[in-house]
Nanobody, 118 residues
Framework: VQLQASGGGLVQAGGSLRLSCAAS????????MGWHRQVPGKQRQLVAY???????NYADSVKGRFTISRDNAKNTVYLQMNSLKPEDTAVYYC?????????????WGQGTLVTVSS
């Protein structure tokens, strides 16, 4: 399954963006889907993930501001980002994750750039 992230852009601090991750095939059988982000020179960070049961988990830095969701019928995963901060600036990627260790199962796509201005 190929994954394509979109929806990034330039936004002022305090603003909102909604990222989408469209899959080329069905994600119905993929238990865990996640969003990562990466700043140049730093490791990729897992921001949020969601299971097929709808269980979600967030990095402390985004808890209460970001919401991950999935629509299996549309083969799409979303990341609603509110109250954005300059430190949220990064390239955001989506991927399927292994259920036990949350390791990426597929290759990374191009990602989508989010830039938050102060």
């Amino acid at each position: 399954v190929q994954l394509q992230a979109s929806g990034g852009g330039l936004v002022q601090a305090g603003g909102s963006l909604r990222l989408s991750c469209a899959a080329s095939g069905s994600i119905f059988r993929i238990d865990v889907m996640g969003w990562h982000r990466q700043v140049p020179g730093k490791q990729r960070q897992l921001v949020a993930y969601i299971t097929n049961r709808g269980d979600t988990n967030y990095a402390d830095s985004v808890k209460g501001r970001f919401t991950i969701s999935r629509d299996n019928a549309k083969n799409t995963v979303y990341l609603q980002m509110n109250s954005l901060k300059p430190e949220d600036t990064a390239v955001y990627y989506c991927n399927a994750l292994t259920a036990m260790t949350l390791q990426p199962r597929g290759s990374w796509g191009q990602g989508t750039l989010v830039t938050v201005s102060s």
